[in-house]
Nanobody, 124 residues
Framework: QVQLVESGGGSVQAGGSVRLSCAAS????????FGWFRQVPGKEREGIAF???????TYKDSVKGRFTISLDSNKVTLYLQMNILKPEDSANYTC??????????????????WGQGTLVTVSS
């Protein structure tokens, strides 16, 4: 069973940067697809960045060019580098993983393991 633990959230001013980490433990040998999601209270959770073990990625349009998802396969740690942050990026960010293909433009077909989330607050 895979466990995911996020870290790196906090408060930052608009225009700043934050890097989130998602450390995976347990049997990750069959995990093929990873994603970052965010949710604001009262709104639906949205997937913003996805990556598979081959290095293919896909992003939500609102973060494309500002956010970068990456994977350290040795440490089995997923990262989300967030640059040029805007107040509307404020949310609870959660990582997820699963054994599934990545569909470019859509994301991972299915994700069955989720982290607990880390809060990012961007002030104007």
């Amino acid at each position: 069973q895979v466990q995911l633990v996020e870290s790196g959230g906090g408060s930052v001013q608009a225009g700043g940067s934050v890097r989130l980490s998602c450390a995976a433990s347990g049997d990750t040998s069959t995990t093929t697809c990873f994603g970052w999601f965010r949710q604001v209270p009262g709104k639906e959770r949205e997937g913003i960045a996805f990556m598979d073990r081959d290095g293919s990625t896909t992003y939500k349009d609102s973060v494309k060019g500002r956010f970068t998802i990456s994977l350290d396969s040795n440490k089995v740690t997923l990262y989300l580098q967030m640059n040029i942050l805007k107040p509307e990026d404020s949310a609870n960010y959660t990582c997820a993983a699963g054994r599934s293909p990545l569909w470019v433009g859509t994301g991972c077909e299915r994700l069955n393991t989720w982290g607990q989330g880390t809060l990012v607050t961007v002030s104007s």
